[in-house]
């Protein structure tokens, strides 16, 4: 059973398969059609996500073990419901001797079954940077010893993490002799960063990559979910970080292959500027981070974006635009973070230089310039060796031409030869080196693009650059500030056309602020003058400068603090005050030492970070700060009309879009939360049952949830025509045609008409009203049946959605 609107739930042992079975009553009436799960295979214990997988052969039993997950899946089943899945392949958790795989791996080394289900570089011992100090130091300070456990010798480090001996050494001796015989090589975390030689998840030393290109480890590691499918208890999957894997296209026709035609796949995929996902691949679409980002976009007012970049560099003292910092954060993060991985990618093309007279004399220093230069400049998270690489390598090349030192283009395009699409064996151009060695030196590039780009942009460039942060999310593009309603509505019919099964997402378990969030800050791109008098004012009197505090830090807290404000802060309550007074500092703490500016994770800035959480606690501090308390309060309330528009046109294009609508746990609600694991909080179903229960709605969370059902109520009755239907933009005229959207979802004879109001905050702003009076769109008409008048189809909502019935127009929502 394919998809028509699914919702996410995060699973832990807090929350699990039993209280997931309690809340489907809940689902159906809302109007979802399947739960879209975390991750389920064992993971590490008290895992909060479920990313971190110890064994993907069976379903955690934190979460209720495969009894709880039949039951989950037979309750949705007899709701006529179904089940997705959230698989991981790309890597699995290693620390702590929970992983039975690895454990057999480091007790064996290379005669161990499982040597090849890692990606480890034989040639040496496994390093695991995974100590507090150097060995010899943590010997000496009795933070490792020999433990027995489960019948044998372990040994214990910091009390916690357990790594297996080998079977001929299980009689002890020496501690310092028996490291020396291992098949691994103990060492200080420090050394990760340059030394790693096996591939990691990111910069998680703790995530260990899988080789899922290998058939045997494929079906080994896949076992259980295509026994799942097969069995009618899921009806497909969406694959973690498909660009992480060695040949996502060759991945994701095998997974096709397995789990068949009638099994819904998607793959988490960002997709750069002009970057499409690849129909070849055979997967019914992304994730939805693309339509997250293009629905985002089309909120934001382009006049905005001068202003507001201005106020940024002047606030920052920070010249560097998005891209500028794009590209100093790709350089940083390379030389910081990925030395081992570097290393090895220019070894392998090393290789591949030594089998022609012609690159034979190309340095390695050379080849490592020449790589970092491409790395630096490449636009995209990563390319697939297809035909599509071909205009990407040669805009790559244009890029990284001016990074790379005088007198090298000809490495450069050695290169980029190597990594261009192939060519058979007797054409001429064809490489000489091996086809292996020359796979393994691609493959490693590749998988090395991925990370670096993700690094580079969403973890250190997003929370560096701060002109306005709801355009700093996963899978956007910051160089882009917004996008017009013609693009828009090419995008749309483009998805009609290509990926009309693909996922639409507003609000995912990573996305850095909350789709509430992101509307809210969209506005102040409308009133970006008045938002700058107001920043600027607080700034004044808050007197964040003399606490030793960055400008450009102050100012992005200015714009979480009215981006989150809670609807139910009582600014006079200091337990109020508190609760969110925490939440907005560990978000601060996060972004601090994600940018890697003033503090990290590596080496966090105590002296820096006291100062910012003590700045933190006095603004929202009610007895110190109760004059600027009033002021964000009403310069909240004040926008709330507009930014509560901009949430339900948001909610409303997500439903109507060609593609299948996901509602992230509890966002039928509202949602101002904050980057992970803010994101993650528990969800009150009893109140969103009691409001979707009432008979009218009373408060923005009631009208958005009201909403998304009459949307998801109307996809049901009409499933053919939103599966199937194509997107057809309707023209708009008068004077205020800027402001409007408007379309018709169409199969055959039937037909309805969308439309939804644009960029209207001066209208709305301080009115208490979510739609803009009727005389604020003048004569303004849609060229749709009957040419009806805009100011006839808005109510109470800036959406409107009618049935097309004999030419006239029969509304379902206004």
């Not at 609000?507 to 970006?528: I, P, Q």
Request: aromatic letters at 8%; a negative charge; proline letters at 6%.
């Amino acid at each position: 059973m394919r998809p028509r609107a699914t919702y996410r739930l995060q699973f832990n042992s807090a929350f699990t398969f039993d209280q997931a079975e309690a809340i489907v009553p809940y689902l159906r009436d809302l109007g979802i059609s399947h739960v879209y799960a975390s991750p389920v295979t064992a993971a590490q214990a008290g895992s909060t996500h479920g990313y971190d997988v110890i064994d993907p052969t069976r379903i955690n039993p934190e979460l209720g073990g495969e009894a709880g997950f039949r039951r989950l899946a037979g309750r949705l089943r007899a709701e006529g419901m179904g089940l997705i899945l959230d698989i991981v392949p790309n890597h699995m958790s290693v620390t702590g001797g929970a992983n039975s795989w690895w454990n057999d791996l480091l007790a064996k080394g290379r005669a161990s079954a499982f040597a090849d289900y890692f990606d480890v570089d034989w040639s040496d011992k496994i390093l695991l940077p995974f100590l507090g100090a150097p060995p010899e130091v943590a010997i000496a300070a009795g933070d490792l010893r020999l433990e027995r456990h489960e019948g044998r010798l372990w040994i214990l480090a910091h009390g916690a993490d357990l790594y297996p001996l080998r079977d001929e050494d299980q009689s002890g001796g020496d501690l310092a002799a028996l490291l020396e015989r291992q098949h691994y090589r103990l060492a200080w975390w420090r050394a990760a960063n340059d030394l790693l030689n096996w591939r990691r998840f990111f910069t998680i030393t703790g995530l260990a990559g899988v080789r899922v290109e290998d058939e045997a480890v494929f079906e080994a590691t896949h076992a259980l979910y295509f026994r799942l499918h097969s069995e009618g208890l899921i009806d497909g999957v969406r694959v973690d970080h498909v660009d992480g894997l060695a040949d996502p296209a060759a991945y994701c026709r095998r997974l096709r292959s397995r789990l068949g035609a009638d099994a819904w796949i998607l793959v988490e995929k960002i997709l750069g500027p002009g970057e499409s996902l690849r129909e070849e691949w055979g997967v019914d679409g992304t994730s939805g981070y693309d339509f997250m980002e293009q629905v985002a976009a089309l909120l934001h007012d382009p006049a905005g974006e001068a202003p507001l970049a201005r106020h940024w560099s002047q606030v920052s003292s920070r010249a560097l635009d998005a891209g500028g910092e794009e590209l100093l954060a790709r350089r940083q993060i390379l030389a910081w973070e990925f030395e081992g991985q570097l290393a090895a990618c220019v070894e392998a093309f090393a290789a591949v230089a030594d089998c022609s007279d012609e690159t034979r004399a190309f340095t390695k220093p050379s080849l490592r310039r020449a790589i970092e230069a491409l790395l630096q400049a490449f636009p995209v998270y990563r390319g697939y060796g297809d035909a599509a690489d071909a205009p990407l390598l040669a805009d790559v090349r244009g890029r990284a031409l001016p990074l790379a030192p005088p007198g090298e283009a000809d490495v450069l395009d050695r290169l980029l030869a190597w990594l261009a699409p192939d060519v058979p064996d007797d054409t001429p151009g064809a490489d000489p080196a091996p086809p292996a060695r020359l796979a393994d030196a691609r493959r490693r590039f590749r998988q090395l693009s991925a990370p670096i780009a993700a690094k580079a942009v969403e973890d250190t460039a997003f929370y560096r650059y701060g002109r306005l942060l709801s355009r700093n999310d996963v899978g956007f593009d910051p160089r882009r500030f917004s996008m017009d309603v013609e693009s828009f509505q090419a995008a749309m019919a483009g998805r009609g056309e290509r990926w009309p099964g693909a996922m639409l997402a507003t609000a995912t378990h990573d996305h850095k602020r909350g789709e509430d969030v992101r509307a809210r800050l969209a506005v102040l791109s409308e009133l970006a003058e008045e938002w700058i008098t107001a920043a600027e004012s607080w700034r004044r009197a808050n007197g964040a400068a003399q606490s030793g505090i960055d400008p450009g830090d102050e100012y992005m807290l200015y714009q979480m603090l009215v981006g989150a404000w809670p609807a139910a802060l009582a600014i006079e309550e200091a337990d109020s005050c508190a609760a969110f007074r925490e939440r907005l500092w560990a978000w601060m703490e996060k972004a601090l030492r994600e940018a890697k500016l003033r503090s990290s994770w590596t080496q966090p800035n105590e002296s820096y970070e006291g100062r910012c959480r003590g700045f933190v606690e006095r603004l929202l501090d009610p007895t110190r700060s109760a004059a600027f308390l009033d002021e964000a309060r009403a310069f909240v309330g004040r926008i709330a009309p507009a930014a509560e528009a901009n949430s339900l046109v948001q909610v409303f294009l997500r439903c109507a879009a060609p593609g299948v609508p996901d509602c992230y746990q509890g966002c039928e609600f509202a949602d101002f939360s904050m980057v992970d694991p803010d994101n993650r909080r528990p969800v009150d179903y009893t109140a969103r049952a009691e409001a979707l229960g009432a008979a009218e709605p009373h408060g923005f969370d009631a009208a958005k949830q009201r909403l998304i059902a009459q949307m998801l109520g109307a996809r049901r009755a009409h499933a053919d025509l939103w599966s199937e239907g194509s997107w057809e933009p309707v023209g708009v005229e008068g004077p205020r045609a800027e402001h409007m959207l408007a379309f018709i979802r169409r199969r055959g004879e039937s037909g309805l008409l969308g439309a939804a109001a644009l960029r209207c905050a001066p209208a709305l702003a301080g009115t208490g009203h979510r739609a803009p009076p009727a005389d604020f769109w003048e004569n303004t008409r849609l060229a749709a049946a009957g040419e009806p008048r805009v100011a006839d189809l808005f109510e109470t909502l800036p959406v409107h959605l009618s049935r097309i019935e004999r030419g006239a127009l029969k509304p379902v929502v206004r």
